[in-house]
């Protein structure tokens, strides 16, 4: 199975930095990855698909790049809405595995 | 407008079968996979498997094959996930979740907690 290595677990920041999380994968995935936000008691949002597609409606601060092995979302100016978990999730490979989870936290 | 809907929360003992459904609807469900995808209590998300809802041919991930049935029935657009033998392990929120764009999870259901325990 392909390993997604999500980093870093846990992040505090606030209100109007810019923030990257990171996902590398234990093998080539080319663009097959997705991003995700929770919010607890909440389904998953896609927030960038095929790594750096924007998902419709999703605020433009929001963008990712990367191909292969080493993946990135950033957030360009953090909003209060923001404070969420992030995954991402290859689905190049079967079985799809996703990372381990970045929870964003107020500083 | 594009709705996944899914049954209420279920409560099994270990060893029965829990079977959880999903109710498409605001779109043809031929032309677009669905994903089921599973997060235990505090804890991240965990790929269960897919299936095409054209022909009903399925690709589980392998820890739960042999437990794990993913069926479709077009006539009323709705999925369902079938998990059996359930340990204290399987307690988790299922979400169903479709592919658009090629990547899982351009619109998800609100969840089901199936919770297991004697």
């Known amino acids: 199975d392909i390993q997604m290595t999500q980093s870093p677990s846990s992040l505090s920041a606030s209100v109007g930095d810019r923030v990257t999380i990171t996902c590398r994968a234990s093998?080539?995935?080319?663009?097959?990855l997705g991003w995700y936000q929770q919010k607890p008691g909440k389904a998953p949002k896609r927030l960038i698909y095929?790594?750096?597609s924007l998902q419709g409606g999703v605020p433009s601060r929001f963008s990712g790049s990367g191909s292969g092995t080493e993946f990135t979302l950033t957030i360009s100016s953090l909003q209060p809405e923001d404070f969420a978990t992030y995954f991402c999730?290859?689905?190049?490979?079967?079985?799809?595995?996703f990372g381990q989870g970045t929870k964003l936290e107020i500083k | 407008q594009v709705q996944l809907v899914q049954s209420g929360a279920e409560v099994k003992k270990p060893g029965a079968s829990v079977k959880v459904s999903c109710k498409a609807s605001?779109?043809?469900?031929?032309?677009?996979?669905m994903h089921w995808v599973r997060q235990a209590p505090g804890q991240g998300l965990e790929w269960t498997g897919i299936?095409?809802?054209?022909?009903?041919?399925?690709i589980y991930a392998q820890k739960f094959h042999g437990r794990v049935t993913m069926t479709r029935d077009t006539s009323t657009s709705t999925f369902y996930m079938e998990l059996s033998s359930l340990r204290s392990e399987d307690t988790a929120v299922y979400y169903c979740?479709?592919?658009?764009?090629?990547?899982?999870?351009?619109?998800w259901g609100q969840g089901t907690l199936v919770t297991v325990s004697s």
């Open positions: 979740a479709r592919e658009g764009q090629g990547t899982p999870g351009d619109y």
């Open positions: 605001g779109y043809t469900i031929t032309n677009y996979y």
């Open positions: 299936i095409n809802p054209s022909d009903g041919s399925t």
């Open positions: 093998q080539g995935i080319g663009y097959g």
């Open positions: 095929a790594a750096s």
């Open positions: 999730l290859q689905h190049n490979t079967s079985p799809y595995t």
